[in-house]
């Protein structure tokens, strides 16, 4: 088993930057899969962005493609997510998630399949 704990959110003005993290402990972070989702009010969590247990494989949502980028560090059992040109409509409690999978190029971008979840993280873009 792992837990996650994020961090990093806040209030930023729109085009601004932030870089959230998200700490594991329990079982080594290596072993998963990890990807980023957010729900804003009102509506369902939905993806944002993968990166499999190697790094090597990356996914994004069209939405925040070319301004977010995922990337991970396994020996210090942290998963990062750098956002850029951030949008009032970033604004959103952010989730990270783990995932087992087979292959270490594995990822997914259904919030179903995740097997661990963090607490979130509020982001708000101001315009």
């Known amino acids: 088993q792992v837990q996650l704990v994020e961090s990093g959110g806040g209030l930023v003005q729109a085009g601004g930057s932030l870089r959230l993290s998200c700490a594991a402990s329990?079982?080594?972070?290596?072993?998963?899969?990890m990807g980023w989702f957010r729900q804003a009010p009102g509506k369902e969590r939905e993806f944002v962005a993968a990166?499999?247990?190697?790094?090597?494989?990356?996914y994004y949502a069209d939405s925040v493609k070319g301004r977010f980028t995922v990337s991970r560090d396994n020996a210090k059992n942290t998963v990062y997510l750098q956002m850029n040109s951030l949008k009032p409509e970033d604004t959103a409690v952010y989730y990270c998630?783990?995932?087992?999978?087979?292959?270490?190029?594995?990822?997914?971008?259904?919030?179903?399949?995740?097997?661990?979840w963090g607490q979130g993280t509020q982001v708000t873009v101001s315009s």
């Open positions: 998630g783990a995932i087992l999978l087979v292959y270490s190029t594995g990822i997914s971008s259904s919030v179903s399949e995740y097997d661990y």
């Open positions: 329990g079982r080594t972070l290596s072993s998963y899969a």
């Open positions: 990166i499999s247990r190697s790094g090597g494989s990356l």
